[in-house]
């Protein structure tokens, strides 16, 4: 296993933000997958779904995991779909500590009503964010139970104590404390 831990889970269960934290805890460069598929497409990831698909989003996403994983010493946050492509999966299970936060589905509505129109998957229906993140939750839970090695709940902790949390149970899997 190499020396990176990714963090996994629904869209508002705090990945960037815990993300960075932990990169700076553990001094290890912090990568946003989401952002970096924004500047090799060129655009916002609102735009690029309107624009090719998300289809095309999703290549471009795969084609970013593979890439980051191959690194070491990294903090890598992923888009919440990202546990969709098991290729994406067997990336990052390769790459090192797969965490899956979790929070609250009321916590994450609340987090991603805080942005609104940045998530093209939230914003396209008539549907209340919370019935839509409950029923992708249905689908999806399961995936990142899979895909995960561990499982932090952040719905009511901040993101410094997440990530020392992380960094406690990342240390003692590789036998340090
Ligand atoms: C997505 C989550 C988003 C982003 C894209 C698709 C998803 O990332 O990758 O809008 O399918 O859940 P965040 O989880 O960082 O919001």
Redesign the pocket.
């Known amino acids: 296993m190499l020396d990176n831990i990714a963090l996994i ?5 705090g ?2 933000t815990v993300g960075r934290q932990l990169a700076q805890l553990l001094g290890w460069h912090f990568t946003d ?2 952002s970096l ?1 924004e500047r090799v497409a060129g655009c916002s ?1 609102p735009t690029l ?1 309107m624009r090719d698909g998300e289809m095309a ?1 999703r290549d471009r ?1 795969t084609e970013i995991l593979l890439g980051v994983t191959a690194g070491e010493r990294q903090v890598i ?6 546990i ?1 492509r098991e290729e994406n999966v067997a990336a990052l299970r390769g790459a090192g500590l797969v965490v899956y936060l979790t929070a609250h589905p009321d916590v994450l509505a609340e987090r ?1 009503s805080r942005r609104p129109g ?4 939230l914003t396209s229906g008539e549907e209340p964010a919370l019935t839509q993140i409950l029923r ?1 939750l249905a689908e999806r839970g399961p995936l990142y139970q899979k895909a995960c090695h561990i499982l932090v709940d952040t719905s009511d902790r901040s993101p410094r104590a997440l990530a020392e949390e992380i960094v406690r149970r990342f240390q003692k899997q590789k036998g340090i404390s």
Do not use: W
């Not at 940045?118 to 998957?121: A, I, M, S, T």
């Open positions: 889970g629904f869209m508002g269960s990945k960037s997958t989401d598929v990831i779904f989003f996403e946050a992923t888009g919440g779909g990202a969709l991603v940045q998530r093209p998957l992708m």
